[in-house]
């Protein structure tokens, strides 16, 4: 028995037999991406490495800078970071300015060079980005910190590892892969949060010491987990509307890469969106049927539509020009037929609220 199939087996045995969220793929008024301008670095189609940063990105985070302009930060090209030359927009132009690390993270566990998914906020007058180490289908993976002031190339200071991943790790970090982090500071009692997770027992969160550098592992609790299939849950990202009286968990589900047009994943398991909100910061959450994650459960917010295809590496910018808007990278299958992961493109639609249900709009 793989280790996948008997977490699934724990999972149903634990919460009940897995129940599927009969509103997936349902017919929905989805909204097509805002478009966003800026530098196109894309002349490196056999480096997946190279070409990332402006209208290119790949898990993209985004931030408020100390200028009053927005920061992104992106898999590949070392963390490459842009900034929208339009202050307080989120449209662009967006300029490649260079990258997080100067070389190779100190994270040495996996041998990559490469780091994946940023996640970066502002605590207090610092930065902090939260990086992946790892390699595609390895559970021996690592989640590094770098910090800044200023969020510009050659001002972050790389701090290496927080949390390690692997068969013999600690529990939970030997049935989870420490990667795709993402900070959630509670607003409420000013709690840290770690969120991480990708297939192996999906979504798991643990608490972080005040300095943001050090994980209480005795905290530790799942958040989301699909018992069927590949357990393809990643990239998760917690939200908080003070409106509404609910936290959210982001989250994409499927397969994130490498299409190839002439043999597409079956539908509905490439990339997509889907959320579930709970009163808790650490759950449980359910989606709008009212099924708990830890089931799969599931609220698909944005999914593959026209020409849009695969949306996902989420994250929530609260209080753009007073409203929520959600962020991501999508395939635009008409500027690129091929499906090419260097050509994915940053695109962002507003958050609205239907019975404290997050709905996507254009406007």
Known sequence: MSALLALALL?????????????????????????????????????????????????????????????????????????????????????????????????????????????????????????????????????????????????????????????????????TNAIDAALFVDPKTNIPYLNYGSFWSDIFQVQLSFDLTKANLKTAVGLSFDPAGTQAEEGSYMSYSAAQGYYYLWYSHGICCNYNPSSLPAKGTEYSIRVGRSKAPTGPFVDSNGVDLRRGGGHIVYGSHGPIYGPGGQ?????????????????????????????KLLGWDYINYSAGWPVLSYD
């Open 11 to 175: 999972a149903s045995t634990a919460l009940g037999a897995p129940v599927s969220s009969s509103n997936i793929y349902a017919a929905a008024n989805w909204p097509l991406p805002h478009t966003v301008t800026g530098d196109d670095d894309s002349a490196h189609p056999n480096d997946a490495t190279q070409g990332w940063g402006g209208i290119h990105v790949h898990d993209p985070s985004i931030v408020l800078g100390p200028d009053g302009h927005y920061f992104s930060f992106s898999t590949h090209g070392l963390t490459a970071i842009s900034r929208a030359s339009v202050a307080g927009s989120l449209d662009g132009d967006w300029k490649i300015l260079g990258s997080v690390l100067k070389g190779k993270s100190v994270v040495s566990s996996s041998g990559s060079a490469d780091p994946w998914a940023p996640d970066v906020h502002k605590v207090g007058s610092t930065y902090y980005d939260f990086y992946s180490v790892s390699q595609f289908g390895s559970q021996v993976s690592s989640i590094g910190l770098a910090t800044s002031t200023t969020l510009l190339p050659g001002s972050w200071t790389d701090h290496g590892a927080i949390l390690s991943s692997s068969p013999t790790a600690a529990y939970p970090l030997n049935t």
């Open 315 to 343: 994250g929530v910018l609260s209080g753009y020009h007073g409203r929520d808007v959600l962020y991501f990278h999508y395939v635009n299958t008409t500027s690129d037929p091929k499906y090419a992961d260097n050509l």
